[in-house]
């Protein structure tokens, strides 16, 4: 039970896109581990009984819509996934950080010459 969790785990990260950070799956595995039956598909009633529901990424491997994922439909669904995952550049690392750009100091504005400050008288 435990590798069967495992595969589908495995499954599910991969199609989901966290498997570039984890060892690549390979068909091989995922069918062995998940084709509870041994009948050479991957049921989603299997996929279900392994306690992983696929909901997200049935239809993905699942491409004739069958409600079974054959070795080529994993196979092919792995290698799209793969390719997509290569095809992503990583997330641009921000450059180092630096000393602020000095801007200049923010001059007062001057005062419009009908409203100048009035003038004192000097007294006699």
Same mark, same amino acid.
């Not at 995922?30 to 041994?38: C, E, F, G, R, T």
């Not at 306690?51 to 491409?63: P, S």
């Not at 750009?101 to 001057?110: M, S």
């Given at each position: ?5 495992? *595969? ?5 990260? =991969?199609?989901? *896109? ?13 069918m062995a581990n998940n084709d509870l039956? %041994?009948? /050479? ?9 392994? /306690?992983?529901?696929? !909901?997200?990424?049935?239809?993905? =491997? ?13 196979k092919a669904g792995l290698a799209a ?8 550049p990583p997330a641009a690392t921000p ?6 750009? %000095?801007?200049?100091?923010?001059? &007062? ?7 100048? &400050?009035?003038? !004192?008288?000097?007294?006699?």
């Amino acid at each position: 039970m435990k590798k069967r969790i495992l *595969g589908i785990s495995a499954l599910i990260s =991969f199609a989901l *896109g966290a498997a570039h950070a984890q060892a690549p799956v390979t068909a091989e595995f995922v069918m062995a581990n998940n084709d509870l039956n %041994k009948d /050479g598909v991957i049921s989603h009633d299997e996929a279900n009984k392994a /306690g992983r529901q696929l !909901a997200q990424t049935w239809a993905f =491997f699942d491409t004739n819509q069958d409600e079974k994922v054959t070795m080529e439909e994993l196979k092919a669904g792995l290698a799209a996934r793969a390719q997509q995952t290569a095809a992503t550049p990583p997330a641009a690392t921000p450059p180092a950080a630096s000393t602020p750009a %000095k801007t200049p100091a923010a001059t &007062p504005p001057k005062p419009s010459p009908s409203k100048a &400050p009035a003038t !004192a008288t000097p007294a006699r």
